[in-house]
Structure formats: structure tokens, C-alpha cells
């Protein structure tokens, strides 16, 4: 499987007190990346589609051997297994590709990859303006992992700034804020007007357009968050920069044998992968290919 950008992922659940008599043990990754991805093998099953935080949870029989490796997109470099969690162990170390595992625990996972995006937003009362970062389309800016961004919140003529309305930056109470770029992010400003005679606009859910495509001379699905079930070909909206985790099922006698697109080089049915925009600023696709014996 293979996680990322395009990721994805495998492992088989358990819980983090132990495998208990289920002899499940869980594997907790996520791939901080616009376009690179970690494929992991032996293939595990996805617990929970949607990724919570950005973070998917897979579960593997307890003995399981696990190989994870690193692979570049065309825009990235790796910068290193990281920690995932601050109060949990860190399972993958150091800046090798490859990273094998062996179950007999709880895994914790942080594949971190160079660039990774920030995208402010804000309603029409005025902007916000990035320091640091080299641009990459409109409302885009690229940064190396591990740096600092600062932005700032700039009322126009007739507004002033009200507060931050994204997790990033919401506990802030002035119109600059400053973070560590550990993941791709997201922030927005509110703008309300001086007068007080009414509230403009809210900043808009940003979001990527997905194609979902079922390919070849077989049958077979393709499920993911927000209730996607695909047979044929699925257009689908994600928000911008979520975490998202398609498994693709064969129907009838058919096999399924592989991924295309934004999941290309994914060795199981499950593919975890980032709603971020192409180079060129365009949705992303992905194709499950079904062959019949």
C-alpha cells in the first residue's frame, strides 16, 4: 500500500493497550507530503476510511512483518521518519527509505517530506499575507519541513480583524501568528466590517476536486470518506489537504490487480493519499484496475 500525496498505508487493527485476544496489533502512520508516499507490505486492513487528523490506522496479526519505503514524488525529497505523537515511541527512525517493523506492539509512524503547503483564506473584509515560503499557484505557498511560517492578518478599507477561524492559529488573539511547518496547513482570518451593520462572508472550505475510476476487463468498487461507493467513474470534492483512504474491491470472479493516478505503485487495495491540487493547479484522480480469470 501506499501513503502520502498519493499514500498508502497498510496494517491490521488492535488497540494501543496490546493485541489482547484479538492478536491485532495497529499500525498509526501518517505522511506529511504533497506528492511522495510510503507503500507498506504485507498489505493490512484500513480501520476507519476517513483518517482522523490526518492520521490512518491499520491492523496486522500479531508477528507480522512490515516493510515500509519512502518514494519520492517528482517535486519532493525525504526528510526522515519523525515522531508521531509526543507522548507515544517512535517506530521508524532516521533518513533510510526503508523501515521494517515487526508487530508485536502498537506502531507509530511520521513519514516527513519536503515541501509541504500552507493555504490562507478569508472572507472579502481582506487577506492574509504569508512571510517565508516560495509560492505555488494562487493561495499556495511551499516550505521545507521543520521551518517557520508567520502570517498575517490584513484588514481592507472599512474592516478590521475579528479573529482566526481554522485550528491553526485559532487560539490566537492578534492578527499575526507564527508555526512550525510540520504538515501541510491550512489558515483563515475573519474580517468584520467597522461600521457593525452586518457580517460579510466567512473564508470558504477550500477543497480538490477527486475523480474515482473502476478500470479494466473486470468488476470491482471503490469505497472512501464522505460515502463514496464507485463502480464506474465518481467525481467526489475533498476538502483541500485532508488525508483520504480508498480500498478497492473486486465483485463476482473478477481479481483486483492494481492502482493508477494518485495511487500509483500501491501494492494492496487500500490507498491512503492528500487532496492537495497538481502542479498545474488541477484536481486528482485514481484508477482501481479489475481483471477477469
Same mark, same amino acid.
Given at each position: 500500500? $501506499?501513503?502520502?500525496?498519493?499514500?498508502? =498505508?497498510?496494517?491490521?487493527?488492535?488497540?494501543?493497550?496490546?493485541?489482547?485476544?484479538?492478536?491485532?496489533?495497529?499500525?498509526?502512520?501518517? $505522511?506529511?507530503?504533497?506528492?511522495?508516499? =510510503? !507503500?507498506?507490505?504485507?498489505?493490512? @486492513?484500513?480501520?476507519?476510511?476517513? %483518517?482522523?487528523?490526518?492520521? %490512518?490506522?491499520?491492523?496486522?496479526?500479531?508477528?507480522?512483518?512490515?516493510?515500509? !519505503?519512502?518514494?519520492?514524488?517528482?517535486?519532493?525529497?525525504?526528510? #526522515?521518519?519523525?515522531?508521531?505523537?509526543?507522548? +507515544?515511541?517512535?517506530?521508524? !527512525?532516521?533518513?533510510?527509505? *526503508?523501515?521494517?517493523? *515487526?508487530?508485536?506492539?502498537?506502531?507509530?509512524?511520521?513519514?516527513?517530506?519536503?515541501?509541504?503547503?500552507?493555504?490562507?483564506?478569508?472572507?472579502?473584509?481582506?487577506?492574509?499575507? *504569508?512571510?517565508?515560503?516560495?509560492?505555488?499557484?494562487?493561495?499556495?505557498? &511551499?516550505?521545507?519541513?521543520? /521551518?517557520?511560517?508567520?502570517?498575517?492578518?490584513? @484588514?481592507?478599507?472599512?474592516?478590521?480583524?475579528?479573529?482566526?477561524?481554522?485550528?491553526?492559529?485559532?487560539?490566537?488573539?492578534?492578527?499575526? %501568528?507564527?508555526?512550525?511547518?510540520?504538515?501541510?496547513?491550512?489558515?483563515?482570518?475573519?474580517?468584520? +466590517?467597522?461600521?457593525?451593520?452586518?457580517?460579510? &462572508? #466567512?473564508?470558504?472550505? &477550500?477543497? =480538490?476536486?477527486?475523480?474515482?475510476? $473502476?478500470? #479494466? !476487463?473486470?468488476?470491482? /468498487?471503490?469505497?472512501?470518506?464522505?460515502?463514496?461507493?464507485?463502480?464506474?467513474?465518481?467525481?467526489?470534492?475533498?476538502?483541500?489537504?485532508?488525508?483520504?483512504?480508498?480500498?478497492?474491491?473486486?465483485?463476482?470472479?473478477?481479481?483486483?490487480?492494481?492502482?493508477?493516478?494518485?495511487? @500509483?505503485?500501491?501494492?494492496?487495495?487500500?490507498? *491512503?493519499?492528500?487532496?492537495?491540487? /497538481?502542479?498545474? #493547479?488541477?484536481?486528482?484522480?485514481?484508477?482501481?484496475?479489475?481483471? +477477469?480469470?
Amino acid at each position: 500500500m $501506499v501513503i502520502g500525496a498519493a499514500i498508502l =498505508v497498510i496494517a491490521m487493527g488492535g488497540s494501543t493497550a496490546g493485541a489482547g485476544s484479538t492478536g491485532l496489533w495497529s499500525i498509526y502512520i501518517k $505522511v506529511a507530503s504533497t506528492d511522495s508516499r =510510503v !507503500t507498506l507490505s504485507p498489505s493490512g @486492513a484500513l480501520y476507519d476510511p476517513n %483518517c482522523p487528523n490526518s492520521v %490512518c490506522r491499520f491492523r496486522y496479526s500479531a508477528g507480522t512483518t512490515v516493510t515500509l !519505503t519512502a518514494i519520492l514524488g517528482p517535486s519532493s525529497w525525504f526528510e #526522515g521518519w519523525q515522531q508521531l505523537w509526543s507522548n +507515544r515511541p517512535t517506530s521508524c !527512525t532516521g533518513r533510510a527509505a *526503508v523501515c521494517t517493523l *515487526v508487530m508485536d506492539s502498537t506502531k507509530y509512524v511520521n513519514a516527513a517530506f519536503s515541501p509541504v503547503q500552507l493555504w490562507p483564506s478569508s472572507n472579502g473584509g481582506g487577506h492574509i499575507e *504569508v512571510e517565508g515560503g516560495t509560492g505555488c499557484g494562487q493561495g499556495c505557498y &511551499q516550505f521545507r519541513y521543520g /521551518t517557520r511560517a508567520t502570517v498575517w492578518a490584513v @484588514a481592507h478599507g472599512g474592516y478590521h480583524f475579528d479573529r482566526w477561524t481554522s485550528t491553526r492559529c485559532g487560539s490566537i488573539t492578534g492578527d499575526g %501568528c507564527r508555526f512550525t511547518m510540520l504538515d501541510n496547513n491550512f489558515v483563515s482570518a475573519y474580517f468584520a +466590517r467597522d461600521d457593525g451593520l452586518g457580517e460579510s &462572508q #466567512g473564508p470558504l472550505t &477550500q477543497y =480538490v476536486s477527486f475523480q474515482a475510476r $473502476v478500470k #479494466g !476487463t473486470g468488476t470491482g /468498487t471503490i469505497t472512501g470518506p464522505r460515502g463514496l461507493f464507485c463502480r464506474s467513474t465518481c467525481n467526489i470534492d475533498y476538502e483541500r489537504g485532508r488525508q483520504i483512504a480508498l480500498t478497492a474491491t473486486a465483485t463476482g470472479d473478477s481479481r483486483f490487480i492494481g492502482w493508477t493516478g494518485a495511487c @500509483a505503485n500501491s501494492y494492496g487495495p487500500t490507498c *491512503v493519499f492528500r487532496s492537495v491540487p /497538481t502542479a498545474s #493547479g488541477g484536481g486528482r484522480w485514481a484508477s482501481a484496475w479489475f481483471n +477477469r480469470p
